[in-house]
């Protein structure tokens, strides 16, 4: 795989991407294994972005360097179904077999399972001839499950269909390469900047909903002070309390997961949108039990939302985070993962009735791609691998 194809990103496709809609769309090499037929006039296809993709719960452009050269989708199903969506992919025939489809499904799937919480399998479907798209979901993880015979009707004719999945529960396998760089990068900086060594133990990190449930794993951090000492809350002195705010305030908040280790929560985090003129910027919190302090685990989420959230809402550009000027170790952890200082703001917030000087952190939606690169390093050594034992 060559460098230049690495800078892959996702976003909306909107009607003035038709140019390079039209590359993919009129190519009958393309279309050959969709359900759709080749575009024959931009009116057509006009028609299909304005109708179809953007009123669509889940559709993107993917993008290399900028510029649409496939999509991507997730389609959700209903009722009893609900637990389940349908993946698909489109793109253009110049760029296969550079690894570009294989990173955009890496990028989707931990997003959507992020964004909609009560889903448990994401699917795709393959026409049994269709080898290229087989080996994609192969590489990245899907599970081949069996062959559907005359399941689909394609341009006319039943035909047999490969089934592949990924449950919520194996989402872990999609970040192991992740993982085992990031430890060896993390381990070296912690090195350098005398903090202690972080254990393998701590790297089983990941997010969900946050339910009454979690009262008890909630009071251990809830009831803290060394916790609630930077926090806009009081310590909680009350289990009641406490689940008061879990199914007032969690529950209905637009973006609020617990940090789990090994699937016990140990933390929280959250994202809080604005609106109106502010509406392309947001405001990240985070908060993590005294014991997993100095583990690199909020670091670990904080890349985790970031890498999601600009995905789930296409109208944001900046992700923000105030941190109190006395609060070194949540700077450090900005700092860490990328985040921009942009300032210290004086007299900026009122904590525990005092007025407190606040340190400014942000990352752009622009900069995004610097939370990948270490992940792109080590994937680019492993898929060369992969493809040379391929024969590709």
């Not at 609630?228 to 609020?256: G, Q, R």
Request: net charge negative; with cysteine; glycine share 6%.
């Amino acid at each position: 795989m060559d460098d230049e194809y690495l800078d892959i990103s996702l976003r909306l496709l909107d009607p003035s991407d038709i140019d390079d809609f039209m590359v993919w769309a009129t190519d009958d090499k393309v279309s050959k294994f969709c359900s759709w037929d080749t575009y024959k006039s931009k009116e057509d296809a006009m028609s299909f972005i304005v109708n179809v993709v953007v009123p669509h719960r889940w559709f993107r452009a993917i993008c290399l360097k900028g510029r649409p050269v496939g999509a991507i989708s997730v389609a959700p199903n209903e009722g009893n179904e609900s637990c389940r969506a349908e993946l698909g992919y489109v793109l253009a025939s110049e760029y296969w077999g550079k690894g570009i489809v294989a990173r955009a499904v890496k990028l989707v799937a931990p997003t959507v399972f992020v964004e909609w919480p009560h889903l448990e399998r994401l699917e795709a479907l393959v026409d049994v001839e269709n080898s290229g798209s087989q080996r994609v979901l192969d590489k990245v993880g899907f599970k081949r499950e069996g062959v559907l015979r005359k399941y689909f009707l394609l341009k006319g004719r039943p035909r047999d269909m490969v089934m592949f999945s990924l449950l919520r529960t194996e989402l872990h396998c999609l970040f192991e390469e992740f993982h085992e760089s990031v430890t060896v990068i993390d381990k070296a900086s912690e090195s350098l900047n005398g903090a202690t060594e972080m254990d393998d133990e701590y790297l089983d990190i990941s997010l969900r909903l946050l339910d009454p449930s979690d009262i008890d794993d909630f009071m251990v951090w809830a009831t803290d002070d060394k916790v609630s000492k930077f926090c806009s809350w009081d310590t909680y002195k009350s289990k009641e309390d406490a689940m008061s705010f879990i199914v007032n305030v969690v529950l209905p908040h637009p973006w609020f997961r617990a940090i789990c280790l090994k699937g016990r929560p140990v933390g929280a985090i959250l994202v809080r949108p604005n609106e109106g003129n502010e509406s392309i910027r947001a405001k990240l919190g985070y908060v993590l039990a005294f014991e997993y302090w100095g583990k690199g685990i909020v670091a670990r989420a904080v890349k985790l939302v970031a890498s999601t959230i600009f995905v789930e809402w296409p109208h944001l550009e900046r992700l923000e985070a105030l941190v109190d000027v006395e609060n070194s170790g949540s700077q450090r952890v900005l700092d860490k993962v990328g985040f921009k200082r942009e300032g210290v703001l004086r007299k900026y917030f009122l904590l525990k009735g005092r007025p407190r000087d606040m340190v400014m952190f942000s990352r752009l939606r622009t900069e995004l791609h610097c939370l990948f690169e270490e992940f792109h390093e080590s994937v680019t050594v492993i898929d060369k691998v992969s493809e040379s034992l391929d024969g590709l």
